[in-house]
């Protein structure tokens, strides 16, 4: 985009002096300013006039060659923050949509009861937990383990990262978490420790009974509670999504504080993500975040065909019946009865004509998170050529920013996450942990729209309704996705069932008037 510079016009006081002779009569004087109305006058007004607007405006210019670098950053800053205070265009109708109002409620996290004091270290009741999965996978089990500890009255070391065997990232919670601010924050309601005592090195390890799905409070106290004590420490793994989504109003309230205040990132993961935030927020302008499930390992989990040819298809079927194990759910249903379902993620393909259904400009910038596509460039082409300012974190960083980073997928992943939350617009091809935790985090802290894809309908537009034309299809994607859902808190009591990480109004978040629970 071309410089500019801005150069004002003197205001000096012109004189007339100069330009006139003292006559030698009365007659020659009048004569004299005949000749000054009729000669001077016809280019004095229109140049008084164009000095006039130049007093009142700025006349923009290239910007010289030679112009001082100090000079074009700072106009470049000015520049932004008169686009940022602009705001979107005003004849957009996606981003008048996308900035229209959010839900009227606000975090509210304080204890509906008397609160308990947490355990004291002396207690001696230690509880260690291993976490495992993806980053999101750990943060799921991280908040669990927190409410575990709660509900145990337990003191809990800080969460041991189990090494992945897909991504084999080393990373430990303080590699990625601020954990004096997790300590901080959880300080009124669980103790946190680095490590085990001296006096616990030696102690008998008591590894916990398998939790249930949907392990309720009582459960976990009759099962768990006897394994604590001062010659013991109870040890907890293998409970991803075990503990049950509908626990007491202050458990579900801890499971946001850990969630969204708790789990705050390192200063400089989250100093990285903010500087591609500057660079999506170029010139002031909006931005939305996509996150694609695109990978290779993603279609061979969901039983799905990627969209990319018989060859691709064939690939992904041989892998899949080498690990049947990673097909865990309808295993009976085929690739098409999956897709015909809404089962499977959208494609590059897809998304574009999503996105295009729904208005976005051809010129909107999009951050899209993941990993590397099953089929490289060729499975970003529809999207890139509908949409080309496409941007993930390797387009936007500068050369060798993320070098030291490269073979952390965690780091890479809450990267991604920061982008993603802070973005206008939020859109998940699939669902999964982040889409989740994204969708309630951009709830809890107001950050724009989020668009949940109807894909079961998209199927019916895209592949088996073919009497529709294009506007047709535009106009349906538009008023199922975009008419504004109520967002009144009477109506949000019917979620009080569902996952509060995804969904946390009412427990988590009240009206401005006030908290009902």
Known sequence: M???????????????????????SPAALRRHHLLLSSHYLRWLIPFLLFWALLTISQLRLPLPISCSPHLNLHLHHVSLSLRARRGPPPSAEFWKWAHSDSPRVVPCLHSSEPRRRPPVVSSGKYMVVVVSGGLNQQRNQIIDAVVVARILEAVLVLPVFQVNQVWGDESEFGDIFDVEHFKKTLKDEVVVVSSLPATHLRARR?????????????????????????????????????????????????????AFEALRFKPWIKAMADKFIERMEEEGQPFMALHLRLEKDVWVRTGCHSGLGLQADLIIQEERSSKPQLLTSRTKLTPQQRYLAGLCPLNAHEISRLLRGLGAPKNVRIYWAGGEPFGGEKALEPLKTQYPSLFNKWDLAQPGELDGIRNKPSIMAA???????????????????????????????????QIKPKKKLLVQLFQINKTLTETEIGNKIKKTHMHRESMDLSVMEAQTKRDVIAFPVPYCMCSKGGNRY
Not at 417 to 440: P, T
């Open 206 to 258: 008591v590894k916990a009974p398998p939790m249930p799905f949907n392990a309720e409070e009582e459960w976990i106290r009759g099962n768990y509670s006897t394994k604590l004590g001062r010659e013991t420490i109870l040890v907890l793994r293998a409970f991803d999504s075990r503990l049950a989504k509908n626990l007491s109003v202050d458990l579900q309230k801890l499971r946001c504080k850990v």
């Open 2 to 24: 071309q410089s500019h510079t801005y150069i004002s016009i003197s205001q000096k006081n012109l004189s007339l002096k100069p330009l006139l002779r003292s006559p030698r």
């Open 415 to 449: 990267l991604d996450y920061i982008v993603c939350l802070k973005s206008d617009v939020f859109l998940a091809s699939h669902g999964g942990n982040m889409a989740r935790s994204l969708q309630g985090h951009r709830t809890f802290i107001g950050s724009g729209k």
